[in-house]
């Protein structure tokens, strides 16, 4: 089955920098999207960035100009390069991918930012 394994995550101070990893069982090519979502306790999940099939990336109004997500085919991996990093970004954060009706998740990992 469709395995994604995250990596990346820890804590920081804020202004610093993570990159998360999300690496697939699989061809990146079999999705219809990929993306990262995260969910900070007492709160919703969020959507914080997708790329499509065709490269289109579309970002939360929250992390945009912030954030950016990317793909490496080659190692079936998706990105997340987040940078000037605020406290408000502490959360659990989650790789997904959808194919057909089906979405895949990742384990999730934890961005801590703080002082």
């Known amino acids: 089955q469709v395995q994604l394994v995250e990596s990346g995550g820890g804590s920081v101070q804020p202004g610093g920098s993570l990159r998360l990893s999300c690496a697939s069982s699989?061809?990146?090519?079999?999705?219809?999207?990929m993306g990262w979502y995260r969910q900070a306790p007492g709160k919703q999940r969020e959507l914080v960035a997708t790329?499509?099939?065709?490269?289109?990336?579309n970002y939360a109004d929250s992390v945009k100009g912030r954030f950016t997500i990317s793909r490496d085919k080659t190692k079936n991996t998706v990105y997340l390069q987040m940078t000037s990093l605020k406290p408000e970004d502490t959360a659990v954060y989650h790789c997904?991918?959808?194919?057909?009706?089906?979405?895949?998740w990742g384990q999730g990992t934890q961005v801590t930012v703080s002082s």
């Open positions: 790329i499509s099939y065709s490269g289109n990336t």
């Open positions: 699989g061809s990146i090519d079999s999705f219809n999207r």
């Open positions: 997904s991918a959808d194919r057909g009706p089906l979405t895949y």
